[in-house]
């Protein structure tokens, strides 16, 4: 059986760029040899010689310059008779590089009248090949930084051309799915990944700082927990059982906590079945931290704390100035601790300007079903505690503009919580919990956790009972979960944190495909 060619093989571009390639190793030269060793990065190059001049066009020739070797792809070429002048790119920036007739060599290239080095590089090389560089840097008359290449090296002989910046690459569904034409076209695209990184890189040298310990934990699971979300499911032949790719960190951690491990913390990918929007992509990155001996006020201090920090660090400021979604004036987020705080059912009444505890439960229905788009059905079902919730979601999350924490939140949300102290409190139903808020986006969650074997167990049951009634989000009852906290749990604090948010709030981007190397995307047809 043969398989069809794909699509690109019939473009003109790519018959030219293979029929160059056979010419290339007719000429005896390897068009993808094993390593190169440059010396140097453009960015690099260019902060060292800033300030200072390396030469000029004279001295170059004469190689009195100083000398550099780098490697990159070739971005833009002009030829101007005896010389020739190409943008190299590098992960680190572009560096002019000139070609010179007389002093330029093509590694392996066995000169003669027909192919010189010059001919080589005008006829054999395309846009967007991969070229090592050998020679000496000048700057020009009109003051350019540039490399005068004594020898080059061709490292990988391309089939495809690059897209055109203005025309080829403008479909944001092209670019998230073709994310390398992305990375190579785009600079900026490559900064954002890099503030990406040097995020994750502060997050855990603040938590090293302030004694959590890294730990890793499964993410195939027997049972999955943490988190009311419909999971993905796999099998596992060797033990021919289902198995369910991780809803959330909690669990496993929890139990290392009954173990005596102390402080700890993990960043890791969770995995939820669930719709696709500017905020949410199936599979994502969490922080989950836990702590004996704290609630979750500390939680809070800790959750301010690190976004202050990152703040200072990224930017020398907890002021944080963001561009309107649509366009616009800018604004200006205060990142500074303490954030402000309050109740779920205070929210509602300062932003909503509705006093949830008038109303009846049916009341409640009514008006979701008048003033959002939540379906009756959808909530003539749900208790006291959750339709508080639902109405905060639907009706004051987007006007949590500066940093929230919001408090307290009915019991019906979380079967992992524990009650509140207060015992006016918890005699409504309250639990020990905060979910932070900025620009109308939920970035933490956090509960004194619960850790009463018997309460536990009664409301897993619950959620088991929702899940055989058909609520697919549900919890199926996790026993050996249970069989932990029945060997004793010392009082904890946890939070969880969802970083691709907080990314995007610190690289100022709206759509969480933007942070995400490869975003979950429908396949090309």
Known sequence: MSLPSPEYHQHEEFRNRSAKLEQIRALRINPYPHSFSPTHQTEGLHSEYEEKSPGV????????????V????????????KNAFAQLQDETGRIQVMF??????????????????????????????????????????VGELTLLA??????????????DKHCGLAD???RYRKRWLDLIINPEVVQTFKMRSKILQLIRAYMYALGYLEVETPVLQNIYGGAEARPFKTHLHALDQEMFLRISLEIPLK????????????????????????THNPEFTMLEAYA????????????????????????GTTKLKLAAESGGHEYEIELKAPWKRMSMQEAIAVYAHIDTATLSEQEMRLLLT????????????APRGLLIAKIFGELVEKHLIQPHHIIDHPIETTPLCKPHRDPELREKGLVERFESFIVGREFCNSYTELNDPELQRKLLVQQAEKKAAGDEEANPLDEEFIEAICQGMPPTGGLGIGLDRLVMLFCRVYSIRDILFFPIMKPEE
């Open 57 to 68: 066009s004279d001295d170059a020739s004469a190689g009195t310059t100083p000398f550099a």
């Open 172 to 174: 944001k569904g092209v």
């Open 150 to 163: 004594k020898n080059v090296t061709l490292l990988c002989k391309t089939l495809l051309p690059l897209p």
């Open 370 to 381: 008048e003033k959002t788009d939540i379906p009756f059905d959808e909530v003539k079902k």
């Open 100 to 141: 010179n007739r007389d002093l330029t060599k093509v590694t392996g290239l066995v000169d003669n009248d027909e192919v010189t080095p010059i001919k080589f590089i005008e006829k054999k090389l395309d846009l967007g090949d991969i070229i090592g560089i050998e020679g000496h840097l000048f700057r020009t008359h």
């Open 292 to 315: 004996p001996y704290v609630d979750y006020k500390d939680m809070m201090a800790l959750t301010e704390n690190l976004f202050e920090s990152l703040a200072r660090e990224l930017f």
């Open 255 to 278: 139990k290392l906590i009954v173990g005596g491990m102390g402080k700890i913390f993990e960043i890791g990918k969770v995995f939820r079945n669930e719709g696709l929007d500017r």
């Open 70 to 81: 780098i490697a990159g792809r070739l971005m833009l070429f002009r030829s101007m008779g």
